[in-house]
């Protein structure tokens, strides 16, 4: 009872453990796959972000070659006060232009719209790069102070002058970044290689070993380029999920799994496969009891009778696992591993004692099983004993399934070598015609006679016609269940020769056995030395 209550909450803790396992490891999964997830997208996105940025840089210089485009007639005097007028216009409307101007193929500023000219245009000195565009006469120039914002979209005509805009794209930063980004990106537009042109913000929280993340976009319209960067730590903390319902969705499903789970693999095995697993871990065992001589207390022999012993120590007996190892087959594996056990190991007490019976019980759906005696005989062969010692108890209980076939095994059982006991005898329904036909060499008279041996007159009587039946047949006879001194007394005078029963001993392992036959065997010796000893 103590043993099942332990087995039941010991199962019980393993399966709250699967269901509270399974839930934080989905929790987990779950939460690390959003989170992977949430990092490709973040990625994805700022990739985005850098290719809308130089989409926007391209817009601006494509919005100034078109306002250029309308003043690159060669013929056009744009010096002139009308004409400056109307880049004045120009300048005016087009926010993102700051400036007009018209310049000597040399690079000479020849008019202007801006009343004041740029830096970009008055460096006197060293001259600023020109980048050409797929369109060689449209051409970049960077802004000599870096990250002015300021740059011109210079277009060539002929060989006689160009006509250059100045555009400040600073503006079209300032929204790139979303809100959570804003303070820890930055945004570059760059003409030709290097030349930034623009920047906005900073990659501000870089731990010192953190590395930033960079995208870059480059135009094939014009030398223009645009790169973004943030910290790998931004990146990771933008767009979190909502954390609470993230983890408890995922601890949710992983419980319900793992309670499915604990349900399969936590139910106890039917009986059938828990006795399967025992035959193989070899649970099951012989015990021993002894078989003795009524007159003399003699042992003679002894009966084998299973136990399960289970890892926990719990001994289980027959009565409650037989039934379903008979039901099942398993009676087959299970009787096979005891025959070889008990041979194996009463080898030694076999050797010395040629005369010993041990006595296996034998299941009749078993016992009529083709090959059951071939099998026997290389197990009996394999421990090496000796067939004449082996005595195989059929119970009388239950009907054989085809009493002539069990009869030929019988005869060929007794031919080979091997004893017949037939066990509870007087128990079943078969009558007495049933022992002639089987012609055992043992028979042992059930229990329920010997309980009330000389005490009920039927009991008695029926005693009597068995002594008489075995008499003539040769037969044995065995006392099943004695446990008083005055059964053992009434069943030898009613002409019983042996008995087995609690008043010599309950069913043993091997080592108390080992024990009991040699007590017996001493007091046998000093008994024949001074017979008052008896
Ligand atoms: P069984 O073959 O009639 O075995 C005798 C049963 O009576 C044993 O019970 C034994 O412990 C018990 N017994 C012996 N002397 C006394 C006594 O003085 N008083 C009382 N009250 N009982 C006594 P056990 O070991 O519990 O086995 C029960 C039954 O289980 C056996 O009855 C037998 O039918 C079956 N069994 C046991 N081992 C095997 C086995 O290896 N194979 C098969 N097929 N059946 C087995
Ligand atoms: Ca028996
Ligand atoms: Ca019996």
Same mark, same amino acid.
């Given at each position: 009872m103590a043993v099942t209550i332990a087995r039941r909450s010991y199962r019980a803790v393993l399966s709250a453990l699967v269901v509270v396992s399974s839930a934080l490891a989905f929790a987990w999964a779950g939460w690390a796959g959003l989170e992977n997830l949430r990092a490709q997208r973040n990625l994805a996105q700022l990739e985005e972000l850098s290719g809308q940025l130089l989409q926007r840089a391209e817009l601006a210089i494509d919005y100034a070659v078109i306002t250029l485009g309308d003043y690159t007639a060669p013929s056009n005097d744009l010096c002139n006060i009308d004409a400056l007028r109307a880049l004045r216009q120009q300048t005016f409307i087009r926010g993102a232009i700051k400036d007009i101007a018209v310049l000597a193929p040399d690079g000479q500023l020849m008019c202007s719209t801006a009343p004041v000219q740029f830096d970009l245009l008055t460096s006197g000195s060293a001259r600023v790069p020109e980048y050409e565009s797929r369109n060689a006469s449209i051409v970049l120039q960077p802004s000599h102070t870096e990250g002015s914002g300021l740059f011109r979209v210079l277009w060539r005509i002929g060989g006689t002058h160009s006509i250059a805009a100045t555009l400040n794209i600073?503006?079209?930063?300032?929204?790139?970044?979303?809100?959570?980004?804003?303070?820890?990106?930055?945004?570059?537009?760059?003409?030709?290689?290097?030349?930034?042109?623009?920047?906005?913000?900073?990659?501000?929280?870089?731990?010192?070993?953190?590395?930033?993340?960079?995208?870059?976009?480059?135009?094939?319209?014009y030398p223009v380029s645009v790169a973004l960067a943030t910290s790998e730590g931004s990146l990771r903390n933008?767009?979190?999920?909502?954390?609470?319902?993230?983890?408890? !969705?995922? &601890?949710? #499903? +992983?419980?319900?799994?793992?309670?499915?789970?604990?349900?399969?693999?936590? /139910?106890?095995?039917? %009986?059938?496969?828990?006795?399967?697993?025992?035959?193989?871990?070899g649970e099951l065992v012989p015990y021993y009891q002894p078989i003795f001589e009524l007159a003399t207390s003699r042992i003679v022999g002894c009966e084998v009778l299973v136990r399960w012993r289970r890892r926990d120590g719990e001994l289980v007996f027959p009565d409650r696992f037989i039934p379903i190892a008979e039901a099942s087959g398993l009676i087959v594996p299970m009787t096979e591993r005891l025959v070889a056990q008990a041979l194996t190991e009463m080898a030694?007490?076999?050797?010395?004692?040629?005369?010993?019976?041990?006595?296996?019980?034998?299941?009749?759906?078993?016992?009529?099983q083709p090959?059951?005696?071939?099998?026997?005989?290389? !197990?009996? &062969?394999? #421990? +090496?004993?000796?067939?004449?010692?082996?005595?195989?108890?059929?119970?009388? /209980?239950?009907?054989? %399934?085809?009493?002539?076939?069990?009869?030929?095994?019988?005869?060929?059982?007794?031919?080979?070598?091997?004893r017949i006991s037939l066990d509870d005898t007087g128990a079943g329904h078969n009558g007495l015609g049933h022992i002639q036909d089987l012609s055992p060499d043992i028979i042992k008279i059930d229990k329920k006679f010997v309980d009330v041996a000389?005490?009920?007159?039927?009991?008695?009587?029926?005693?009597?016609?068995?002594?008489?039946?075995?008499?003539?047949?040769?037969?044995v006879m065995v006392a099943e269940g004695i446990e008083t001194e005055d059964q053992r007394a009434a069943l030898a005078i009613a002409g019983v020769a042996q008995g087995q029963g609690y008043l010599v001993s309950r069913p043993v392992p091997? &080592?108390?056995?080992?024990?009991?036959?040699?007590?017996?065997?001493?007091l046998a010796q000093v008994t024949t030395r001074d017979p008052q000893m008896a």
């Open positions: 600073d503006m079209l930063m300032f929204d790139i970044f979303p809100a959570q980004l804003r303070d820890e990106a930055l945004a570059e537009i760059r003409i030709g290689p290097q030349d930034v042109v623009a920047r906005f913000g900073d990659v501000a929280s870089t731990a010192p070993n953190e590395t930033a993340r960079a995208f870059s976009a480059t135009s094939d319209r933008w767009n979190p999920w909502p954390l609470a319902p993230v983890l408890a !969705i995922g &601890a949710t #499903a +992983g419980a319900i799994i793992g309670l499915l789970a604990a349900q399969t693999f936590m /139910r106890p095995p039917s %009986p059938v496969d828990a006795l399967r697993s025992a035959i193989r871990r030694p007490l076999l050797f010395d004692r040629p005369d010993f019976k041990i006595a296996f019980n034998i299941d009749p759906a078993h016992f009529a090959g059951f005696l071939e099998a026997l005989d290389q !197990i009996v &062969a394999q #421990a +090496g004993s000796s067939k004449s010692c082996i005595v195989l108890e059929l119970t009388e /209980r239950s009907a054989f %399934p085809d009493m002539k076939q069990a009869v030929a095994v019988t005869i060929e059982a007794r031919k080979r070598g091997y000389g005490t009920a007159e039927a009991a008695d009587a029926i005693i009597e016609v068995l002594v008489k039946l075995g008499q003539r047949m040769g037969a091997l &080592a108390a056995f080992r024990a009991l036959i040699r007590d017996h065997e001493l």
